[in-house]
C-alpha cells in the first residue's frame, strides 16, 4: 500500500526545535497537489488531532495549541510537506503524521516520533 513518509523527529529539550519532512511517493503525487495538505499527531493516549493546514495556495491554519510556533509549508515541485516546530513543549510529544485534509484512511504512513523533554 502506498502511503505518505514523514522524517525529522527526534528527542528535544523543551524550548528546542525541531523540523518535520513528509513526501509523497511517485503514484500518490496527484494526490498532494490536487488536495489541501495537513499535519496530524498523537499523544501518549490520545485520539490523532489536525495540527496545521496548508491549501494549494493561501494560508495555513493551525490549532490554537500550536499557533505562532509552527509553521507549515509545502514544496509542490518537491511534493514534500514540512512542519518547522519551534519552542516545544512536552506536550507536543506525539507521533506525527501528513496526510490530506480531509484525511485518506489509505495514505496514513508510519509517522515520525517526536519527544519533547521537560
Known amino acids: 500500500q502506498v502511503r505518505f513518509v514523514e522524517s525529522g523527529g527526534g528527542l528535544v529539550q523543551a524550548g528546542g526545535s525541531l523540523r518535520l519532512s513528509c513526501t509523497a511517493p511517485?503514484?500518490?503525487?496527484?494526490?498532494?497537489?490536487?488536495?489541501?495538505m495537513a499535519w496530524y499527531r498523537q499523544g501518549p493516549g490520545n485520539e490523532r488531532e489536525l495540527v496545521a493546514s496548508i491549501p494549494l495556495r493561501g494560508t495555513a491554519n493551525y490549532a490554537d495549541s500550536v499557533k505562532d510556533r509552527f509553521t507549515i509549508s509545502r514544496n509542490n515541485a518537491r511534493k514534500t510537506l514540512y512542519l518547522q516546530m519551534t519552542s516545544l513543549r512536552p506536550e507536543d510529544t506525539g507521533v506525527y503524521y501528513c496526510?490530506?485534509?480531509?484525511?485518506?484512511?489509505?495514505?496514513w504512513g508510519q509517522g515520525t516520533q517526536v519527544t519533547v523533554a521537560s
Open positions: 496526510n490530506p485534509l480531509p484525511h485518506n484512511g489509505d495514505y
Open positions: 511517485r503514484s500518490i503525487t496527484s494526490t498532494f497537489n490536487a488536495h489541501t
